[in-house]
T-cell receptor, first 110, second 114 residues
Framework: TQLLEQSPQFLSIQEGENLTVYCNSS?????LQWYRQEPGEGPVLLVT?????EVKKLKRLTFQFGDARKDSSLHITAAQTGDTGLYLC??????????FGAGTILRVKS | KAGVTQTPRYLIKTRGQQVTLSCSPI?????VSWYQQTPGQGLQFLFE???????NKGNFPGRFSGRQFSNSRSEMNVSTLELGDSALYLC?????????????FGPGTRLTVT
């Protein structure tokens, strides 16, 4: 099983600030997904990136897949309190299996 | 379209007992996966079922088992519960299309073992 390292583990910022979360591996994934999880709920899929170098934007969130398909980043512009939650990256291994990173806990203070 | 549902939402069991958790996937989804989530280990893959067959399995002891029915509903069973089995158990369904394997999660079952 491949491993995904996420950083930072915890991020506490003020509303309006920008932030970036990283997801790294030494292995190649067929796709990489980002999820957001709120307390007491299951993770919710935000985006899937498939092609090396791909960039996807979802309002204030920008997702990038590394050229070699081994790493990804999530950038949030002008964070809002509603962005608070646990952000998880997950790499799709060949054979219908997802490997999850440990997650980044984001707290946005007003 | 209704999302993934899991029952029960909360469960308290005693060490040594066994427990069965249930999951109903999104209509039309034939793949159901189970995950264990704990603060220390994060989200860990238990197993995946597709068309009533276990297709993938994680690194968990044999006390953890599952099955899938013809209507794609799935159950997970844990026998001889241990304190360390306390966790949030998440079920996710998937409709693999266009080569993507995207998971849609239920709200989870919070299991506490005392």
């Amino acid at each position: 099983t491949q491993l995904l390292e996420q950083s930072p583990q915890f991020l506490s910022i003020q509303e309006g600030e920008n932030l970036t979360v990283y997801c790294n591996s030494s292995s190649v994934f067929s796709s990489l997904q980002w999820y957001r999880q709120e307390p007491g709920e299951g993770p919710v899929l935000l985006v899937t990136v498939v092609t090396g170098g791909e960039v996807k934007k979802l309002k204030r969130l920008t997702f990038q897949f590394g050229d070699a398909r081994k790493d990804s980043s999530l950038h949030i512009t002008a964070a809002q309190t509603g962005d608070t939650g646990l952000y998880l990256c997950a790499g799709e291994e060949y054979g219908n299996k997802l490997v999850f990173g440990a997650g980044t806990i984001l707290r946005v203070k007003s | 379209k209704a999302g993934v549902t899991q029952t029960p939402r909360y469960l308290i069991k005693t060490r040594g007992q066994q427990v069965t958790l249930s999951c109903s996937p999104i209509s039309g989804h034939r793949s159901v996966s189970w995950y264990q989530q704990t603060p220390g280990q994060g989200l860990q893959f238990l197993f995946e079922y597709f068309s009533e067959t276990q297709r993938n399995k994680g690194n968990f002891p044999g006390r953890f088992s599952g099955r899938q029915f013809s209507n794609s509903r799935s159950e997970m069973n844990v026998s001889t519960l241990e304190l360390g089995d306390s966790a949030l158990y998440l079920c996710a369904s998937s409709l693999k299309s266009s080569g993507l394997y995207e998971q849609y999660f239920g709200p989870g079952t919070r299991l506490t073992v005392t």
